[in-house]
């Protein structure tokens, strides 16, 4: 019996050194894994830019002139908008009928094409700018009801080419459509048949100006005047887009509007803002103007600041003479500018780390861990713009381009040798 007891003992000793053999292995083990950095994560350092937008109401001025005609008759363009003419080129017709109910049509025609060619270019739409439209109506809804609130019905004419315009990108959007070229031209030929039942055409109408016709008129032709950016002070321009549109469609001497000139290829937006935007923008810069309905940037130049003592309020007034083809140029509409780029090395904030005071990450050169100092330009979405610096002998280095830096690992100093 003494035996056995022995022996059980003898096992339970065996036993239990084992386990504790097994334990100190595994925790010697776990250590020596945290010491040699495991699980080391790395990217290779590369360049990039990083732009900060910011977002206006843009007014566009142009030099335009409306054509008039004495007639009680329905108009019909003969040029295509956007189209070069030159002084005595026809633009439009008159058509003469007692039909009310198609005369009536062929103006809701016009109010519909109108509002589809409004929509402007919509090949690059996607899914992801659905998001961006429904805050743009939500902002344009938010408006109309304060103006409303304060009784500034015309805001709502103001907008209305906008807001339809919006909301038929996010029919093609959601629809999955191309565009609205086939009910224009639908809408075109209807126009046609409706005109040669309606009756004779009357006389042709010709252009007493060379320039670029356009068929669409808002009232606003003579109100926003270029030649008033110049020298308009703060209070005229809020007072010049609180304006009621003047009434294009028949003059007190019974004249109908066929359209209008526009005279100049220059033409501008001026974007009311405040103060702020002086940190950004300065006389004589050149910028990409992003516009939503369009689909597209026109680079544009800041040709006056609108700045005044004692006032918040200012104003930026961009020009250009370029002219995208099929440009819608509704109104007011919104823009996007590079508020500030940022060029550097875009790293997640984990890899950036504070060493004795000093900011800066650790990169793998071989097997051996380096600290690299560097300056962050930009933080934003949880990743940094950073950048290096000059080298000087005798100081902690500078992170460079190509440079492998660690971006996820334990127990990293520098000097340390990985496996």
Same mark, same amino acid.
């Given at each position: 019996?003494?035996?056995?007891?022995?022996?059980?003992?003898?096992?339970?000793?065996?036993?239990?050194?084992?386990?504790?053999?097994?334990?100190? @292995?595994?925790?010697?083990?776990?250590?020596?894994?945290?010491?040699?950095?495991?699980?080391?994560? %790395?990217?290779?350092?590369?360049?990039?830019?990083?732009?900060?937008?910011?977002?206006?109401?843009?007014?566009?001025?142009?030099?335009?002139?409306?054509?008039?005609?004495?007639?009680?008759?329905?108009?019909?363009?003969?040029?295509?908008?956007?189209?070069?003419?030159?002084?005595?080129?026809?633009?439009?017709?008159?058509?003469?009928?007692?039909?009310?109910? &198609?005369?009536?049509?062929?103006?809701?025609?016009?109010?519909?094409?109108?509002?589809?060619?409004?929509?402007?270019?919509?090949?690059?739409?996607?899914?992801?700018?659905?998001?961006?439209?429904?805050?743009?109506?939500?902002?344009?809804?938010?408006?109309?009801?304060?103006?409303?609130?304060?009784?500034?019905?015309?805001?709502?004419?103001?907008?209305?080419?906008?807001?339809?315009?919006?909301?038929?990108?996010?029919? &093609?959007?959601?629809?999955?459509? %191309?565009?609205?070229?086939?009910?224009?031209?639908?809408?075109?030929?209807?126009?046609?048949?409706?005109?040669?039942?309606?009756?004779?055409?009357?006389?042709?109408?010709?252009?007493?100006?060379?320039?670029?016709?356009?068929?669409?008129?808002?009232?606003?032709?003579? &109100?926003?005047?270029?030649?008033?950016?110049?020298?308009?002070?703060?209070?005229?321009?809020?007072?010049?887009?609180?304006?009621?549109?003047?009434? %294009?469609?028949?003059?007190?001497?019974?004249?109908?509007?066929?359209?209008?000139?526009?005279?100049?290829?220059?033409?501008?937006?001026?974007?009311?803002?405040?103060?702020?935007?002086?940190?950004?923008?300065?006389?004589?810069?050149?910028?990409?103007?992003?516009?939503?309905?369009?689909?597209?940037?026109?680079?544009?130049? @800041?040709?006056?600041?609108?700045?005044?003592?004692?006032?918040?309020?200012?104003?930026?007034?961009?020009?250009?003479?370029?002219?995208?083809?099929?440009?819608?140029?509704?109104?007011?509409?919104?823009?996007?500018?590079?508020?500030?780029?940022?060029?550097?090395?875009?790293?997640?904030?984990?890899?950036?780390?504070?060493?004795?005071?000093?900011?800066?990450?650790?990169?793998?050169?071989?097997?051996?861990?380096?600290?690299?100092?560097?300056?962050?330009?930009?933080?934003?979405?949880?990743?940094?713009?950073?950048?290096?610096?000059?080298?000087?002998?005798?100081?902690?280095?500078?992170?460079?381009?190509?440079?492998?830096?660690?971006?996820?690992?334990?127990?990293?100093?520098?000097?340390?040798?990985?496996?």
């Amino acid at each position: 019996m003494s035996t056995d007891k022995k022996y059980l003992k003898q096992v339970f000793f065996y036993l239990f050194s084992a386990c504790i053999s097994v334990g100190l @292995i595994l925790y010697i083990g776990y250590h020596l894994a945290n010491s040699f950095g495991g699980g080391l994560e %790395t990217t290779t350092v590369s360049e990039v830019t990083e732009n900060k937008y910011i977002d206006f109401d843009a007014y566009i001025f142009r030099s335009e002139s409306p054509i008039y005609a004495s007639s009680s008759g329905g108009i019909a363009s003969i040029a295509a908008d956007g189209s070069r003419v030159a002084v005595g080129n026809p633009v439009a017709s008159v058509y003469y009928g007692d039909g009310d109910e &198609i005369k009536a049509r062929i103006a809701q025609i016009d109010e519909q094409l109108k509002l589809y060619e409004a929509t402007g270019s919509t090949a690059n739409l996607s899914v992801k700018d659905t998001s961006k439209i429904d805050s743009e109506i939500t902002k344009l809804m938010i408006q109309l009801k304060e103006n409303t609130s304060y009784n500034r019905y015309s805001y709502a004419s103001s907008v209305k080419t906008e807001l339809i315009s919006l909301i038929n990108k996010r029919k &093609i959007i959601i629809n999955s459509m %191309t565009g609205f070229d086939e009910q224009i031209e639908q809408l075109k030929n209807e126009r046609t048949n409706l005109i040669i039942k309606l009756g004779s055409t009357g006389k042709t109408i010709y252009t007493q100006k060379s320039g670029y016709y356009y068929a669409d008129t808002d009232g606003y032709e003579n &109100i926003f005047n270029p030649e008033l950016l110049s020298d308009i002070s703060a209070d005229e321009f809020y007072s010049l887009i609180q304006s009621v549109p003047e009434e %294009t469609a028949m003059t007190a001497q019974n004249e109908k509007c066929a359209g209008k000139i526009v005279t100049d290829t220059t033409w501008y937006i001026a974007c009311p803002t405040d103060k702020n935007a002086l940190r950004y923008f300065s006389v004589g810069d050149e910028c990409d103007v992003a516009f939503a309905y369009n689909a597209l940037s026109v680079k544009m130049e @800041i040709s006056r600041i609108i700045n005044e003592p004692d006032d918040n309020r200012v104003v930026l007034i961009f020009e250009t003479n370029i002219m995208p083809e099929g440009f819608a140029y509704t109104r007011v509409q919104p823009v996007k500018l590079i508020q500030a780029s940022y060029t550097g090395y875009k790293l997640p904030l984990s890899a950036i780390r504070i060493v004795d005071g000093v900011q800066g990450v650790y990169v793998l050169v071989g097997k051996t861990v380096h600290f690299r100092r560097v300056e962050t330009v930009y933080e934003t979405d949880g990743y940094s713009i950073v950048q290096g610096g000059e080298q000087v002998d005798g100081e902690t280095k500078w992170l460079e381009l190509h440079d492998s830096v660690i971006i996820a690992g334990k127990n990293l100093y520098d000097g340390k040798i990985v496996p």
